[in-house]
């Protein structure tokens, strides 16, 4: 019983280059998250997905996109990253949209 | 707007009860209150939930004032490994959780 799975864990990139964040659920859940976290901050939701094909941005959107076409993957575009785009990100699902949050273990990604 | 209050730290003795408080002072008739904690640099994990009774789990009980203002997690016998930060989060609007910066709880020996 996986969860959620995150892919990559770990990741630095250079300013202006392109990278997808992968995750993946197991639990045949309805919606999926991506949140961001900065150093002592709380997590911030970047965009949600409420099923299969639907997309929503979340508090901070700006230079990331989503894409969910299949049920069990959520992922998550940088186009041309940022140095201020170095976080760590988790994905999480839920059965809900409420109750239940799983969420995976994070990416740790660096932009120099 | 679907924040919570919380304080930003607090301290306990490993071993004794740790009551972490959070206000919601706005929440409607139908928001549901949820606790989640984040140990380390882990993803959050679920802790425990609830509307309007006390609620109580293997993990820890969360009581909820009358009016709903405000609910207290109790943690009964806190160990080290409960530290961690505490996040207090309300249902709000659309089917998402917003995140405050949360409680940290420091357990010592």
């Known amino acids: 019983n996986a969860g959620v799975t995150q892919t990559p864990k770990f990741r630095v990139l250079k300013t202006g280059q392109s990278m997808t964040l992968l995750c993946a659920q197991d639990m045949n859940h309805e919606y999926m998250y991506w949140y961001r976290q900065d150093p002592g901050m709380g997590l911030r939701l970047i965009h949600y997905s409420v099923g299969e094909g639907t997309t929503a941005k979340g508090e901070v959107p700006d230079g990331y996109n989503v894409s969910r076409l299949k049920k069990q993957n959520f992922l998550l575009g940088l186009e041309s990253a940022a140095p201020s785009q170095t976080s760590v990100y988790f994905c999480?699902?839920?059965?809900?949209?409420?109750?239940?949050?799983?969420f995976g273990s994070g990416t740790r990604l660096t932009v120099v | 707007d679907a924040k919570t209050t919380q304080p930003p730290s607090m301290d306990c003795a490993e071993g004794r009860a740790a009551n972490l408080p959070c206000n919601h002072s706005t929440i409607s008739g139908n928001e549901y209150v949820y606790w989640y904690r984040q140990i380390h640099s882990q993803g959050p994990q679920y802790i425990i939930h609830?509307?309007?009774n006390n609620e109580t789990n293997e993990m820890a009980s969360l009581i909820i004032t009358e009016d709903r203002k405000s609910s207290t997690l109790i943690l009964p016998h806190a160990t080290l490994r409960d530290t961690a930060v505490y996040y207090c989060l309300r249902t709000g609007t659309a089917s998402k959780l917003t995140f405050g910066t949360g409680t940290r709880l420091q357990v010592t020996l």
């Open positions: 999480a699902s839920s059965p809900t949209g409420y109750y239940g949050y799983t």
């Open positions: 609830g509307l309007k």
